[in-house]
C-alpha cells in the first residue's frame, strides 16, 4: 500500500508540474574539507564584521546559484558556527552538521550572534515568481524552569545587509500590535514584519517547546505594486501544500538581499540551530522526504517496534522526546508524544507481528489492539512510572465504545 501510495504522489506532481519544480538551493550544512562539494569546517563561519568578499567559509551549495559568497556577520557579535550533529523532523533524513548560532559554548551568555548569506540576484520590484524557503529549525531553551531570560530566537530574512524584513521565532521583548512575548512561559511563536502575527498551530509557549520544527515560507511575487504576499506554514506533515497557512502577509512589496541564519541575543541557556536550507519554487521541492507516517525507527513499515515506542514516550514533550532518524515517536510533529500519535500508528500500521520486519509475518502474535483508551493510558502511567519509580500509577476503569 505504502508503495502505491508512492507511485500515486509522483504521478500527481508530475502532471500538475511538469519540468516546473525546480530546487533553486540546498544547504544540509555538510562538514568537512572540501568546499566545492558543500562542505564546511567545523567551527566559525566568519568573524568578520560586514565583509562580503573576506573571510568566512564560503561552499559551493547547489543546484543553483541563488545564494553567494559566504555567511557574514550582521549588526554586531561573533557569526555562528558549523557544528557536527544535525536536526531531523519526523525522521526525514538530514544529511549533514547544523549551523549553531553562538560562536562560544552553547551556555555562554551574551553571546549575539546574526549571520546572513546575499542573494545572488536580489528580489525586486520588478520580481515574479513563487518561491519557498524552508529550514529545520530547533529555538533552544533557557537555563532551568526559573530562567526566564529567552532573549531573541528567530530565524531571520533582509531587505537590506542591515534591515530585518521577515522573522520566524520567539522574543523576550513586547513586540506591540497585541503580542506580549516577555516571558518564556507565555511567549508563542511569531511571523514578524511590519506586524507580528502568532503562528497558528505553534507551541503554547516557548517553555513547552524545545522540539525540531519545519518552517516552510511561501513567497508570491509580482511586479505589480503591493501585490506581494508571504504565507508560514510551520511543521507540514507531507508534501502537499497545506491549505490553510500558519500566518500570512498580504498586499506587500517584498524586496531581499539576504536570507538570515538563526539569531539570539540578549537570552541564554541552548542556543537555536538551523539545518536544512533549501530554496524551490514548488512546495514538494521544499520539504525533506518524509518516512512512512506511524514509522518511528526508520525502517519502512509501521509494526510493533513503533507501538512500543510511542508507549515509551507517551505524554512527554518538547526535549524529552528523542527527534532522530532512528527513533522519532513523535509522528503527528505537534511536539509530544499524545494519544494522537497512537492513533495514527493503528491507523497506518504495516505489520501486527512483534520484532517482524515485514508485513507477511502477520499471523504471528499481534500487537496490542485495545478497544478503548484506557489501554493506551494505562501504559503511559506504567512508562511514566518506570521512568520514575517515587510516581504511583492509579488507574480507574471506565466503559468505552471501542473507536
Not at 567545523?42 to 543546484?63: E, M, N, V
Not at 542591515?162 to 513586540?175: E, M, P
Request: charged share 15%; proline share 7%; aromatic share 8%.
Amino acid at each position: 500500500m505504502r508503495w502505491t501510495l508512492v507511485v500515486s504522489t509522483c504521478i500527481v506532481s508530475a502532471v500538475a508540474s511538469p519540468a516546473a519544480a525546480t530546487l533553486l538551493y540546498y544547504d544540509p550544512f555538510l562538514t568537512g574539507a572540501n568546499p566545492a562539494a558543500g562542505q564546511y569546517a567545523l567551527g566559525l563561519l566568519d568573524t568578520t564584521l560586514d565583509a562580503p568578499t573576506t573571510g568566512g567559509q564560503s561552499p559551493t551549495i547547489g543546484p543553483t546559484t541563488f545564494l553567494q559568497l559566504q555567511w557574514d556577520a550582521v549588526f554586531s557579535g561573533p557569526n555562528g558556527k558549523v557544528q557536527e550533529s544535525g536536526l531531523s523532523f519526523l525522521g526525514a533524513p538530514s544529511l549533514g552538521g547544523s549551523q549553531l548560532s553562538t560562536a562560544d559554548d552553547p551556555l555562554a551568555q551574551n553571546s549575539d550572534v546574526r549571520a546572513r548569506r546575499e542573494l545572488t540576484t536580489p528580489w525586486t520590484d520588478t520580481t515574479n515568481g513563487i518561491y519557498y524557503i524552508s529550514l529545520l529549525a530547533n529555538f533552544g531553551s533557557t537555563e532551568g524552569a526559573a530562567n526566564t531570560d529567552m532573549g531573541f530566537r528567530a530565524f531571520e530574512l533582509y531587505s537590506n545587509p542591515n534591515t530585518i524584513l521577515y522573522s520566524v521565532g520567539y522574543s523576550a521583548f513586547d513586540l506591540g500590535g497585541g503580542v506580549a512575548q516577555t516571558l518564556p512561559a507565555t511567549a508563542r511563536m511569531f511571523l514578524g514584519g511590519s506586524t507580528y502575527q502568532i503562528l497558528d498551530g505553534g507551541p503554547d509557549n516557548f517553555n513547552e517547546d524545545g522540539a525540531n520544527h519545519l518552517i516552510v515560507m511561501r513567497f508570491s511575487l509580482s511586479s505589480d505594486p503591493a501585490a506581494d504576499s508571504l504565507s508560514v506554514y510551520l511543521d507540514p506533515k507531507s508534501v502537499d501544500e497545506p491549505v490553510v497557512a500558519s500566518a500570512t502577509v498580504t498586499g506587500a512589496n517584498i524586496l531581499m538581499t539576504h536570507v538570515g541564519g538563526m539569531t539570539i541575543y540578549g537570552g541564554t541557556g541552548t542556543s537555536p540551530v538551523m539545518d536544512e536550507l533549501r530554496v524551490a519554487t514548488t512546495f514538494a521541492e521544499a520539504v525533506p522526504d518524509f518516512p512512512a507516517p506511524g514509522d518511528t525507527d526508520n525502517d519502512d513499515d509501521v509494526d510493533f517496534v513503533d507501538y512500543q515506542n510511542i508507549i515509551k514516550y507517551m505524554n512527554l514533550g518538547g526535549a524529552a522526546v528523542p527527534s532522530t532518524i532512528e527513533l522519532h515517536p513523535d509522528i503527528t510533529g505537534d511536539g509530544k508524544v499524545t494519544i494522537a500519535d497512537f492513533r495514527l500508528w493503528k491507523d497506518r500500521r504495516t505489520d501486527l507481528t512483534p520484532g517482524s520486519g515485514s508485513a507477511a509475518g502477520s499471523a504471528g502474535i499481534s500487537a496490542p489492539e485495545p478497544t478503548s483508551i484506557v489501554f493506551v493510558l494505562v501504559a503511559a502511567a506504567l512508562a511514566a512510572a518506570a521512568r520514575n519509580p517515587s510516581n504511583i500509577v492509579r488507574c480507574r476503569h471506565r466503559a468505552f465504545a471501542a473507536p
